[in-house]
């Protein structure tokens, strides 16, 4: 059974940097397509980013191009949201998923099998 836990959130100026860390256990964490989603209040969960198994393409959401970068560490079973220059709007639920099927769009939660609990980020001053 694959298990994903989040951590790294918090409160944060705007402007501020947060990183945010998923360790993966159970599975074969290298072969996994990663991705981040966020669910503010009131809304749907919405794609922030995704990193392809094989290749190491990288997809982000226009909203948070430029500040955010998604990576990993096989070694460490250990996915990575690095967020530069947070805004109010940024304020979420981040969760961390990972995708074994290999098949659907890196934007859709639908390619995705795995899901952590998630990790609160608030951007306010």
């Known amino acids: 059974q694959v298990q994903l836990v989040e951590s790294g959130g918090g409160l944060v100026q705007p402007g501020g940097s947060l990183r945010l860390s998923c360790a993966v256990s159970?599975?074969?964490?290298?072969?996994?397509?990663m991705g981040w989603f966020r669910q503010a209040p009131g809304k749907e969960r919405a794609f922030v980013a995704a990193l392809n198994w094989s290749n190491g393409i990288r997809y982000y959401s226009d909203s948070v191009k430029g500040r955010f970068t998604i990576s990993r560490d096989n070694a460490k079973k250990t996915v990575y949201l690095q967020m530069n220059n947070l805004k109010p709007e940024d304020t979420a639920v981040y969760y961390c998923?990972?995708?074994?099927?290999?098949?659907?769009?890196?934007?859709?939660?639908?390619?995705?099998?795995?899901w952590g609990r998630g990790t609160q980020v608030t951007v306010s001053s």
């Open positions: 159970g599975g074969t964490f290298e072969i996994y397509d």
């Open positions: 998923a990972a995708g074994r099927r290999h098949r659907g769009s890196y934007y859709s939660p639908d390619r995705y099998d795995d």
